[in-house]
């Protein structure tokens, strides 16, 4: 380690951004216990220049405080300086969380899942990406020579992915012209949305590394491919057994798996307000892209918002649910908080999960639709953030402030989105993420 070198203290925010300020590495062993201080009104901070009216002061403040388990520091070529950072905690003086920090946020609904019912979540993120290399040249869609045309920067990311210790299994040339796609193994818990941080920001450091740009954007552009950012999840017992499969269950899921598909399924209409919470979000989301227009669940469903995914060799270690409503224009502590709240809502309540889907749901009619269960997702960021506001459950697990804070945030982004040409959207989305 060098002298002088920087060491980025970093936190996701309520738009799903990493933010930072950083210290000289002779200041970190100072700074670990109390982090550093931050302006509360930072966390109403649009993508953009933007603050919308929240509750604080101009004194608010709170510690970002690192979780020492996140530090990283990678090394990619010789002359160029680390990139070293630890995710953050948004604390109290006192080390109590702040009710807007979203990492705490996750760290709560995983207590209480285990609290309340001895399971714990393993996470994992499908990852997708526009690489904005204006001498990247037409390629055909998942070919060998999409990858080599991007060979510099895949294999600098893919040692990066390595040292950044996000188990990673595939690096892969995506659908859309310049889309490529990594994808991590699962992680039990916080660590499994840290993981998505990690990765997103050494994606970006390994793009800057080579003079191009990685873009997560769910639109990168009016006709470009979107870019999902896929969430999948499993349940284990506190042994460390896997209980999400069931042969005989519905879908093959468990009883406890199936009730807790129930309540996400109950709340999607409501949860894509976090899980796909900008303007361009919408571009994205819709029929017959994969990127899902309805709230089906199905086995191995494409078009479904929650797929189910057996294990191809029958392991039910890999068995999982995929939520693909998800996109990484959102905090992946807010959205698998969130997501865990309602599944834990139903596995409490016992719900029913639904039908499977196992046909494209855009093939249906209206009246189909209606007859199977099957709702249409919000179409909007406003549409999204009317369910959202008007859901008593979602009141429950964020509290007041943080859903003040975050209503007037994503009202502002849709407001100003409405005054901007689509092309204009995407380009500015695409720059922020
Ligand atoms: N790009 C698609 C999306 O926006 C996903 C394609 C895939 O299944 O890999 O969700
Ligand atoms: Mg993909």
Not at 268 to 289: C, E, K, W
Request: charged letters at 20%; hydrophobic letters at 40%; one cysteine or more.
């Amino acid at each position: 380690m060098t002298k002088g070198e920087l060491v980025l203290l970093v936190w996701n925010d309520l738009v799903g951004l990493s933010r930072t300020r950083g210290v000289p590495l002779e200041q970190y062993e100072r700074r670990r216990q109390h982090g550093l201080g931050w302006a509360l009104a930072g966390q109403s901070l649009t993508p953009f220049e933007d603050i919308a009216p929240n509750p604080w002061g101009p004194m608010d403040e709170v510690r970002q405080v690192p979780d020492e388990a996140t530090r990283r520091r990678i090394v990619l070529k010789q002359d160029y300086p680390a990139f070293h950072f630890a995710l953050c905690n948004s604390l109290h003086a006192d080390g109590i969380p702040w009710e807007c920090c979203t990492r705490s946020f996750l760290a709560s609904a995983l207590d209480d899942l285990k609290n309340q019912t001895g399971l714990e979540v393993a996470i994992a993120y499908e990852n997708e990406f526009l690489l904005i290399d204006p001498a990247l040249e037409w390629a055909a869609p998942f070919s060998v020579d999409s990858i080599r045309r991007a060979a510099p920067f895949a294999d600098l990311c893919t040692r990066a992915l390595i040292d950044a210790g996000v188990d990673l299994e595939t690096f892969e040339p995506e659908y859309g012209v310049g889309q490529y796609e990594v994808s991590c193994g699962p992680a039990t818990g916080l660590a499994g949305a840290d993981r998505v941080v990690i990765t997103r920001e050494t994606v970006r450091e390994a793009a800057r590394q080579c003079s191009v740009t990685a873009s997560f954007s769910p639109k990168p552009a009016p006709d470009a491919v979107g870019n999902g950012c896929h969430l999948h999840v499993s349940l284990w017992d506190g042994a460390g057994n896997p209980v999400t499969a069931d042969p005989a269950g519905p879908g093959g899921l468990s009883a406890a798996a199936g009730r807790f598909v129930a309540g996400i399924h109950r709340h999607l209409r409501s949860l894509v307000a976090i899980t796909a919470p900008s303007p361009v979000s919408y571009m994205r989301l819709g029929p017959h892209h994969w990127s899902c227009g309805f709230d089906a669940v199905g086995v191995q469903n494409r078009e479904a918002a929650i797929r189910i995914c057996p294990a191809p060799d029958g392991d039910a270690a890999a068995f999982n649910i995929e939520i693909r409503s998800t996109d990484a224009t959102a905090s992946p502590y807010l959205a698998i908080g969130a997501i865990i709240r309602a599944g834990l809502e139903g596995i409490r309540a016992d719900m029913t999960p639904p039908a499977m889907v196992n046909l494209d749901p855009a093939s249906l009619s209206d009246a189909e639709r209606r007859d199977r269960g099957i709702r249409t997702l919000p179409e909007s960021l406003d549409e999204a953030l009317d369910a959202f506001l008007a859901d008593d459950s979602v009141g429950q697990w964020f509290g007041p402030v943080m859903i003040e804070a975050y209503g007037a945030l994503k009202r502002l982004e849709a407001a100003n989105a409405a005054a901007m040409s689509d092309a204009e959207l995407c380009q500015r989305y695409r720059g922020a993420y």
